[in-house]
């Protein structure tokens, strides 16, 4: 069973690094190789149905190696780690030079299969750490979408618009979603494997945070300190 652990763990991390965005948007013949966040790029310069696509795909990224190592009844340990792998080739892909996505949405996918997964399997509460997870992540984009959706004198297509202003509820409700997802694994006494693989995804995407073009930052920067929590917190050096 060794050589099925090794391959589902790379071909997690291949699979999470796999560009389908850039490729869509090339597909359509957009160049979205320099932008920010390939997500809102692909939903505003390439069209609100591939944009969907590019967070169903992402979010399947977590999902496939989860639902293949249960298939074939491997580890609970390798079925985790190829879910952190997926989400790391995601942030840091090797057909980008390793400079990737954030992972929230790789991330979300593995959590969901993985918890889903084990309740069906062998830990009956495992569905609870996904409320856990998903409450605080909903409130933020609550706090961030419901305001816009609901302002009067918007039309149709506007209230469907992707992007607007920066937002500070959203990534700080991600940031403490992936928080509360090992805490609430472990408080509930779930299988210590998966609680370590939502730890280990906790800190991959803190550092994804923290790094994603940190060195063009810093050399503006007045207050490296400031900088460095507003990463952890709001996912930007700037609020």
């Given amino acids: 069973m060794l050589l099925a652990d090794i391959a589902l763990v790379i071909g997690a991390y291949l ?13 359509r013949g957009v ?3 320099q932008e920010d966040d390939l997500h809102m790029a692909l939903w505003r310069k390439v069209g609100r149905l591939e944009g969907l696509s590019g967070v169903l795909v992402d979010m399947l990224k977590g999902v496939i190696p989860i639902v ?3 298939a074939f009844h491997l580890h609970l340990a ?12 995601q942030m840091w892909p090797v057909f980008r030079k390793f400079d990737g996505e954030k992972g929230n949405t790789t991330g979300i996918g ?14 009956p509460l495992a569905y609870l750490v ?3 997870f998903a409450i605080p992540i909903l409130i933020g984009i609550g ?34 979603g992936f928080a509360a997802a090992p805490l609430g694994s472990w408080c509930l006494g779930q299988p210590l494997d998966m609680t370590l693989a939502f ?28 900088i460095l929590i507003n990463r952890l917190l709001y996912d930007r050096s700037y609020l």
């Fill in 199 to 226: 730890l280990a995804l906790l800190i991959a995407i803190m550092i994804r945070r923290l790094t994603a073009g940190l060195s063009a930052d810093l050399k503006t920067a007045t207050n490296v300190r400031t």
């Fill in 68 to 70: 293949v190592g249960f």
């Fill in 31 to 33: 160049d979205l190789s």
């Fill in 15 to 27: 699979l999470g690094s796999l560009p389908y965005m850039l490729l869509l948007g090339r597909a």
């Fill in 110 to 123: 593995m959590i969901i299969a993985l918890t889903m997964e084990s309740t069906a399997t062998e830990s």
């Fill in 78 to 89: 390798v079925i985790a780690a190829s879910g952190v792998a997926a989400v790391v080739g």
């Fill in 143 to 176: 706090i961030r979408t419901v305001p816009r959706f609901m302002a009067s004198g918007q039309t149709f297509s506007e209230r469907f618009k992707f992007g607007g202003p920066a937002s500070n509820s959203m990534p700080l409700g991600f940031a403490i």
């Fill in 130 to 132: 996904f409320i856990i």
